[in-house]
């Protein structure tokens, strides 16, 4: 046709009104033919069209898996390493702590907590000594203990003078004494 159209023009000749009423016939023609042939086609070409979509969106999915799981694997090895370093730096600041506190209570004077579980293991075995001597009474008081026997003491001026007091009569004491 395109042959046709382009001699006609070269002849000069218009073309007739039975050949354009021809051709658009024969474009009508071959609308409704494909018409019919999409409608045959249609659901044979649907179907194969929701297949091929269902394919692509499995392969889209299995891509897009792979690769949120490898981001989820990364997030998770960084979170784990940012975890590792925050307990590492607390343990350092922790220990610092404790050192400074312990030199702060050395200066001040408390004693550490092993010198605290020492004297309270003495103050027990203490305790304990002192009830079994508080248990042994009764066999203390059947047995007499031997007289200690001790020196003569020289008195002292104050014990002179309260035994002179003692030693004169009452009758001749006044209310103006030394």
Do not use: C, H, Y
Request: aromatic residues 2%; without cysteine; charged residues 30%.
């Amino acid at each position: 046709m395109s042959d046709r159209t382009t001699s006609r023009r070269r002849s000069g000749k218009t073309p007739s009104p039975q050949s354009i009423s021809d051709s658009a016939q024969q474009v009508w023609l071959a609308g409704l033919g494909a018409l019919g042939r999409a409608q045959q086609e249609g659901a044979r070409l649907f179907e194969t069209l929701v297949r091929e979509g269902a394919e692509a969106q499995q392969r889209t999915r299995g891509a897009a898996s792979e690769g949120l799981e490898q981001m989820r694997e990364a997030v998770d090895a960084q979170v784990g390493q940012a975890r590792g370093s925050a307990g590492e730096a607390w343990e350092r600041i922790e220990a610092a702590f404790d050192e400074r506190m312990a030199r702060a209570m050395l200066r001040l004077g408390i004693p550490r907590r092993v010198e605290l579980d020492a004297l309270t293991a003495r103050v027990d075995a203490l305790s304990a000594e002192v009830a079994a001597l508080r248990a042994r009474p009764a066999a203390r008081a059947t047995r007499k203990a031997p007289a200690v026997k001790r020196a003569p003491v020289a008195p002292t001026k104050s014990a002179a003078r309260k035994s002179a007091l003692r030693t004169r009569p009452a009758s001749g004491r006044t209310g103006n004494q030394d």
